[in-house]
């Protein structure tokens, strides 16, 4: 998840900001995120790793999936044919 977050600041194709897009706000939430939930494991404070990482999940699988099939994306069109 990571390596994914951080790579994404070499995607310059939707520039809403200068150079940036709401992808960029996206990956560094995540990347934060990621040294929180880190943070917390050392500190064997298993709840909020828990709680943390799932939150984490959830936001990369439920919410970045909803911005892959908006309308006018590669995906929406594989999905629905057009």
Do not use: D, Y
Request: net charge positive.
């Amino acid at each position: 998840m990571g390596c994914v977050a951080f790579s994404s600041f070499w995607i310059s194709t939707i520039q809403q900001f200068g150079p940036f897009s709401l992808i960029h706000l996206l990956s560094v939430f995540t990347l934060g995120a990621l040294v929180m939930n880190v943070r917390a494991a050392r500190l064997h404070n298993v709840k909020a790793h828990q709680r943390g990482m799932k939150s984490l999940i959830f936001g990369a699988l439920v919410v970045a999936g909803i911005f892959t099939i908006l309308p006018g994306r590669i995906m929406f069109e594989v999905l629905t044919g057009g």
